[in-house]
Every structure is written in C-alpha cells, then in structure tokens.
C-alpha cells in the first residue's frame, strides 16, 4: 500500500523557535492533511490542503501542498509550550482513494 | 453535541478473550473508521464504513470484525485477542469519503496480557 514518510521523528527546541516538518510520498496524493494529537486524546486536523502548490495558514503554523504532489511540510513560528505533542500527515488520493494513510509523526518537545 | 465518543476509555484482557469496543458520533456523518495507532507507526486503518450497514477492510484488518448496524455507531470486535492487539484504537466519522475532515474520538487503550 501507499505509505508516508515522515521526518523528523522527534525534535527538541526551545520556546520561540521555529519548528519545520515535512512528509515524503512514494506515490501521488490528492489531499494532504496536518494532524496534531496531545497526551491521551485523538487527533484534531490543524490544516487541510487540496490543490498542488497550495500553501496555507492558520495562525502560526502553515503549510504547503508540494508542487509534484508527493509532499507537504508543516511549519510551526515562534513555538510556545502548549505546541507540544504529535505531529501527523496524513493523505488520500491515488490508490488510497478515500482512506487516509498516515505517516509515522513528529514527537515535539518545547522547553520553555 | 459530543462529537465522537469512545468506551471503554481502557481495558486489559487475558489472550483468548473477546471484546467490543463502541464508537458513536452525534454529527451525522455518513463514514465511520477504526484506527489502531502504535508507537512509531502512524495510524492504521482497520475497517471502515460508508453508511448504515456496510463496512469495508483497511489496511490491517486480520483478528477484527465490526457492524455498522446503526448510522451513529460502529462496533469494533476483537474475537480472539492476542498481545499483538494491543494498542490504542481510535474511531473517526466524516461526512465524505474522499477529502472531508475526519473527527477522532479519544481513543481506547487496550493491553493484552
């Protein structure tokens, strides 16, 4: 099946740091989407983006939809502490149509 | 309105043993998913569903069954567990299938001893 990669694992940084994300396809997706899950609860979509090239924001983080199609990134400015969890890409197109495949997250510690 | 909610919150069962986990939404979303996520890989799809009365298989759905016998609900069941079950399962609902948001419900830790 299609599958995601996703770097870096984890990243450790100090409050008011930028922080850069991105996730690797070996195949086309139509959807890219950026997940962020706390301790102990599911995941909340933070940005969702539907078109190549298509680059987006919501508040601090924004991300991009990669122009081939194969990858996105997800930037976080200014990192508070309450950034702190898991990050997830998620896509859907190609031969997953309709099912979301995940890649492995981003484990994100901020010291304040 | 509770979004997606999920019970049992945690459950420790013997190897052998059966369960069903209860997945409800109260957003009357027509697709419904079951995910297990374990460390370092993502989350997975185990079944799915596309309305009341259907489901489908994910990506890893060996040693799990589920119904969808109501719109607002999806069981997932384990007949037989075995400690390579044990996970944490998270339910989703959406209103489409193909690029909608997916809303996810706290998840159920389950340990299989």
């Known amino acids: 099946g299609q599958q995601l990669n996703q770097s870096p694992q984890s990243m450790f940084i100090q409050e008011g740091e930028d922080v850069s994300m991105n996730c690797t396809s070996s195949?086309?997706?139509?959807?890219w989407l950026w997940y962020k899950q706390d301790p102990g609860e599911g995941p909340v979509l933070l940005i969702a983006?539907?078109?190549?090239?298509e680059l987006t924001s919501n508040g601090r983080l924004t991300a991009q939809f990669g122009i081939t199609r194969k990858d996105s990134f997800l930037n976080i400015s200014a990192s508070i502490p309450s950034d702190v969890g898991i990050y997830f890409c998620?896509?859907?197109?190609?031969?997953?149509?309709?099912?979301?495949?995940f890649g492995q997250g981003t484990i994100l510690t901020v010291h304040p | 309105n509770a979004g997606v909610t999920q019970t049992p919150k945690f459950r420790v069962l013997k190897t052998g043993q059966s369960m069903t986990l209860l997945c409800a939404q109260d957003?009357?979303?027509?697709?419904m998913y079951w995910y297990r996520q374990d460390p370092g890989m993502g989350l997975r799809l185990i079944h799915y569903?596309?309305?009341?009365?259907?489901?489908a298989k994910g990506e890893v759905p060996d040693g799990y069954n589920v119904s969808r016998l109501k719109k607002q609900n999806f069981l997932l069941g384990l007949e037989s567990a075995a400690p390579s079950q044990t996970s944490v399962y998270f339910c989703?609902?959406?209103?489409?299938?193909?690029?909608?948001?997916?809303?996810f419900g706290p998840g159920t830790r389950l340990t299989v001893l």
């Open positions: 989703a609902s959406s209103r489409s299938l193909n690029t909608d948001t997916q809303y």
């Open positions: 195949s086309i997706f139509n959807t």
């Open positions: 983006l539907y078109k190549a090239g």
């Open positions: 998620a896509g859907t197109g190609g031969t997953s149509y309709g099912k979301l495949t």
């Open positions: 957003m009357n979303h027509e697709y």
């Open positions: 569903s596309v309305g009341e009365g259907t489901t």
